[in-house]
């Protein structure tokens, strides 16, 4: 078990907390010091770099949560409400990582590649958007997991 909630705590952790970086720290400053030829190229990078950790994050949290979940919790029926919302609110958040790495993530790496900056510069904002959306769903997912408990 213990190692079970570290796993899971773990890859929710660096999932979350690197969008959250990303977000809030490396896309302010990128969009204010970098013109397209400098930034796309940062950020394809960047994705290329933080995406192989999400892919782990994607596919540690449901095999540790539904384990933790039949496996020493007894099942759907035993779990409170928080627990619920959490694997809702976590498939939800895989379904959009999946949307942004099949789509405008690949999208950007050819525009990228070919030197179209404002077909990259589109596919920048949409990911930036729906990475926005995940963002805001995982910090929902803490306060729910965290004090899911006692609501």
Do not use: C
Not at 65 to 76: C, E, Q, R, S, T
Not at 109 to 134: E, F, H, S, T, Y
């Amino acid at each position: 078990m213990p190692v079970l909630i570290s796993l899971h705590l773990l890859a929710a952790v660096i999932w979350i907390g690197g969008m959250f970086f990303a977000w809030m720290a490396l896309r302010p400053v990128a969009a204010s010091l970098l013109e397209p030829p400098l930034r796309l190229p940062l950020w394809s990078q960047t994705f290329a770099r933080f995406f192989p950790w999400v892919w782990l994050a994607v596919i540690l949290l449901p095999v540790t949560g539904y384990w933790m979940l039949f496996d020493v919790f007894g099942g759907m029926g035993r779990a409170g409400l928080h627990i619920h919302l959490m694997q809702g609110l976590g498939w939800l958040m895989i379904l959009l990582f999946l949307h942004v790495f099949f789509a405008p993530y690949k999208r950007l790496k050819r525009a990228v590649a070919a030197g179209d900056w404002p077909a990259g510069g589109q596919q920048l904002a949409m990911i930036r958007r729906l990475i926005g959306i995940n963002l805001s769903l995982g910090l929902v997912l803490v306060v729910i997991v965290a004090a899911g408990r006692y609501m």
